[in-house]
């Protein structure tokens, strides 16, 4: 696909999905869920982009790239820990099973790096060296990868509040979860990294980072959630630059949206007032980068559809209702 039908259609990505559905469960700022008979639910994945925990712009079969992405991991991760997913009916959508939700999502860290507040290396270049409960050693260099993977718990902030940034002892301590449960937890959480990082080393990646949501099956069992190593919920850095770029002080080269947000800080944005409009030429590239994350970890050509997503999905919804 060439630069100038991505640039195209970047009127229809921004335009998202907007189906004013009678069955809409939530509208996110990336997914909308649509509750479907049977203890199923539809979540639609829309071209919207966000950083610093807003909607910043829209990319062009974003959508398409996480939707069918975090499908592909479930397979690959389904011998680690059951998931939701039962069937994906169309580019956009999955056909989930409706879990109750954990009250925390899990971020496992395998890199010291970031450039948001919350963020290791932020934190660790003001000069803290016990963060999130872990201790870190002097000396250290940003984007350097940490001695094992660390996790990082999160709660889930209601709307139009930042989630908070807790200990692992926290959660139990807050009785989030009882100490079973998180032990669970943690080993899947670890497991599915180790796992993510496998696959991506064979494909010349390096998965730095990630975010899981983990819930619970009407019978009790612990079951995967949300989406799986996407490039809007983890970050990869192609592994045949990285020792250069990093021992030069650069950024490593990668495939996420990590890319849209260096760009966002670098003209001053952090998250506050008015953000500056993303350029197509930017938009084309961060398309570029998840379409070349899909298929570089899938080793499947990209084939998207290029129909307005919002009448296939009411197509698709009509299906199931």
């Not at 084309?284 to 990209?302: G, H, M, N």
Request: glycine share 8%; hydrophobic share 40%.
């Amino acid at each position: 696909m060439d630069d100038a039908t991505l640039r195209r259609l970047i009127p229809q990505a921004l335009q998202g999905i907007d189906l004013a559905w009678p069955h809409a469960r939530a509208r996110g700022k990336v997914r909308d869920l649509f509750s479907l008979p049977g203890g199923r639910y539809l979540i639609a994945t829309t071209d919207r982009l966000s950083a610093f925990d807003r909607v910043l712009t829209a990319v062009p079969f974003k959508g398409q790239v996480l939707n069918q992405l975090s499908a592909f991991w479930f397979g690959q991760t389904v011998d680690i820990v059951p998931n939701h997913l039962l069937e994906v009916p169309d580019p956009n959508v999955s056909l989930v099973l409706d879990c109750e939700a954990l009250p925390l999502e899990v971020v496992v860290r395998g890199y010291i790096t970031g450039t948001t507040q919350t963020a290791l290396w932020y934190r660790y270049a003001l000069g803290e060296r016990h963060i999130y409960g872990y201790d870190f050693p002097d000396g250290m260099v940003k984007n350097e990868q940490l001695p094992e993977p660390i996790i990082t718990p999160t709660t889930k902030g209601r709307a139009g509040e930042h989630d908070e940034r807790i200990t692992c002892d926290e959660v139990v301590e807050r009785g989030l979860l009882d100490a079973e449960a998180w032990n669970q937890v943690q080993a899947a959480a670890l497991a599915v990294f180790g796992r993510g990082q496998e696959v991506a080393r064979k494909d010349g990646l390096i998965l730095v980072d990630t975010k899981y949501e983990f819930g619970r099956a009407p019978d009790g069992e612990l079951m995967l959630i949300d989406e799986v190593h996407t490039p809007d919920s983890s970050r990869f850095w192609l592994a045949g630059s990285y020792e250069e770029r990093v021992s030069q002080g650069q950024e490593p080269e990668n495939f996420d949206k990590e890319f849209l947000r260096l760009w966002y800080a670098e003209q001053g944005y952090r998250g506050s007032g008015e953000p500056p409009t993303a350029t197509e030429d930017l938009i084309v590239q961060v398309a570029r980068r998840y379409i070349s994350l899909y298929e570089k970890l899938t080793s499947r050509a990209f084939e998207p559809a290029t129909d307005p997503a919002g009448p296939r999905i009411a197509r698709t919804l009509r299906e199931y209702l």
